[in-house]
């Protein structure tokens, strides 16, 4: 069979994403040129490697054998890449995923530790949504993943074998509103309280909800402004822009400006954090990062 370099990293792209527009988003490539590489694999290989689904595509079985053998002949022809430029070995490279709001505090502190216990080791990270970071898990393309869930708290995902799920914190969802506003001064609000407020929220996508709002509020809230970054909307808050609601672990990232508060009379949201792997061994470098994300985590719990 004639494969190129080219559509084995469209056929990762593709797994990963979901779709072919946002493979082609990711890889600067048309629609249509994504969806060329695939058909010529699918030519090639003479076997369906995608069912096509209203919401995007998913893998079939033989496009998952073919992409396993993918993802290990890109490794390594990266590998072989970085020999040949002289990039040092190190301790190890792990490739880790984390959700938006992740990053700011779990991830970089994380991090931190981890330069400092074990600077040797590569660490490359990806931010997107869990159903995104699942994906990416499953092809391969990525080591661990922080991921987030709601009560039940079921399997991220329904494919065999099930993923590791280790279950980094529990957190709540609270009110951040700007220090100089009515509702500052307040130490507990109501749904009520924000009727007609100006709400900062991200935009939704296929795999993101609507991010920034409190879940259930009666009425049809008015967002007035959109940022998927987590610290763009709460440097909005302190800007006097609106509210938004946060994680309250994302305390230590809080800009001045930005007064965090729990709503009364409203069911309270929870959210969990938990770190996720293809089940098998890992290595001593993966380890590391593990203990490092369990250290903070639990810093973070208290």
């Not at 919401?55 to 073919?66: D, M, N």
Request: charged share 25%; aromatic share 2%; net charge neutral.
């Amino acid at each position: 069979m004639d494969f190129t370099l080219v559509g084995l990293r469209v056929l990762r792209e593709v797994a990963e994403r979901g779709t072919f527009t946002a493979a082609a988003d990711a890889l600067g490539y048309t629609q249509s040129a994504v969806s060329r590489q695939m058909a010529t694999l699918e030519q090639a290989t003479g076997v369906r490697l995608f069912d096509r689904h209203p919401s995007g595509v998913r893998l079939t079985t033989a496009g998952h054998a073919l992409l396993s053998h993918a993802v290990i002949a890109l490794d390594a022809l990266e590998a072989a890449d970085q020999e040949l430029r002289g990039a040092p070995d190190g301790d190890g490279r792990v490739r880790l995923g984390f959700i938006p709001v992740a990053g700011a505090v779990l991830v970089a502190l994380a991090l931190e530790t981890l330069r400092r216990e074990r600077p040797r080791v590569q660490v490359f990270t990806r931010e997107a949504p869990t159903p995104s970071l699942v994906r990416t898990l499953r092809t391969g393309a990525l080591d661990l993943a922080v991921l987030t869930s709601r009560p039940p708290h079921r399997s991220p995902d329904t494919d065999d074998p099930p993923l590791h799920v280790e279950p980094l914190l529990d957190d709540r969802l609270v009110l951040a509103v700007p220090t100089g506003s009515r509702l500052a001064d307040r130490p507990n609000l109501t749904a009520e309280d924000l009727a007609g407020e100006a709400w900062i929220a991200s935009p939704a996508g296929v795999d993101e909800p609507l991010l920034g709002i409190w879940p259930g509020l009666p009425g049809r809230p008015r967002v007035q402004h959109t940022a998927r970054d987590w610290l763009s909307k709460l440097r909005l808050v302190a800007a006097g822009a609106g509210i938004t609601t946060v994680p309250s672990t994302l305390l230590p990232a809080v800009p001045s400006g930005v007064r965090l508060i729990a709503i009364d009379g409203v069911p309270e949201e929870r959210r969990r954090v938990s770190l996720a792997r293809l089940p098998g061994p890992t290595t001593a470098a993966t380890d590391a990062l593990i203990h490092a994300l369990r250290q903070q985590a639990a810093d973070l719990a208290e």
